[in-house]
T-cell receptor, first 114, second 116 residues
Framework: AQSVTQLDSQVPVFEEAPVELRCNYS??????LFWYVQYPNQGLQLLLKYLSGSTLVKGINGFEAEFNKSQTSFHLRKPSVHISDTAEYFCAAKAYSSASKIIFGSGTRLSIRP | EAGVAQSPRYKIIEKRQSVAFWCNPISGHATLYWYQQILGQGPKLLIQ????????DSQLPKDRFSAERLKGVDSTLKIQPAKLEDSAVYLC??????????????FGSGTRLTVV
């Protein structure tokens, strides 16, 4: 079974500052990893995904994440945030098996201060 | 391409009443998922369909929740009777099939249920 832990429930940051949202996963098998963003009153939108290959993954809206197998982490980063990045961010994992399901972390609320 | 459509967007009911949610996935998507997202938590899978067959309903409270996907397209999720703890956002998602699911699901905007 897999589990996903998002270490920070809330992250406040000033506009144009860099941000890192932390995610650790636990699994006995290899997994795919995802970051989703949820804006208020909306569904989840895929930001980026790690399937294989390069451990640095670039996504939409200037976000990137780095897969670290030894530390079982998949932290999300952005060098300079904007007010429009205010949202809830979810890390997720899915085992390679086609029968497995995506497991989500509990989310990190990113709030941007002007 | 049209996204995943869900209705209604909001629903308020009294406990012990029944409620139904509707989902229309992206055209051609064989796999459909219903997730429950309680405030402050990540989404939790309730049920997964492959075409019109159930693949995983291990976390569906079957004494009160039911779901169907007739003809392998639209799906409905029903709660009867509702409890206060069912207050949540119910998200529908779809993917082309289970083998392409790693490329990500497409989520609908969700139905926010409040049970009073």
């Amino acid at each position: 079974a897999q589990s996903v832990t998002q270490l920070d429930s809330q992250v406040p940051v000033f506009e144009e500052a860099p941000v890192e949202l932390r995610c650790n996963y636990s699994s006995s098998v290899s997994v795919y990893l995802f970051w989703y963003v949820q804006y208020p009153n909306q569904g989840l939108q895929l930001l980026l995904k790690y399937l294989s290959g390069s451990t640095l993954v670039k996504g939409i809206n200037g976000f990137e994440a780095e897969f670290n197998k030894s530390q079982t982490s998949f932290h999300l980063r952005k060098p300079s945030v904007h007010i429009s990045d205010t949202a809830e961010y979810f890390c997720a994992a899915k085992a390679y098996s086609s029968a497995s399901k995506i497991i989500f972390g509990s989310g990190t609320r990113l709030s941007i201060r002007p | 391409e049209a996204g995943v459509a869900q209705s209604p967007r909001y629903k308020i009911i009294e406990k012990r009443q029944s409620v139904a949610f509707w989902c229309n996935p992206i055209s051609g998507h064989a796999t459909l998922y219903w997730y429950q997202q309680i405030l402050g938590q990540g989404p939790k899978l309730l049920i997964q369909f492959q075409n019109n067959g159930v693949v995983d309903d291990s976390q569906l409270p079957k004494d009160r929740f039911s779901a169907e996907r007739l003809k392998g397209v639209d799906s409905t999720l029903k709660i009867q009777p509702a409890k206060l703890e069912d207050s949540a956002v119910y998200l529908c998602a779809s993917s082309l099939d289970r083998d392409t699911a790693p490329y990500g699901y497409t989520f609908g905007s969700g139905t926010r249920l409040t049970v009073v």
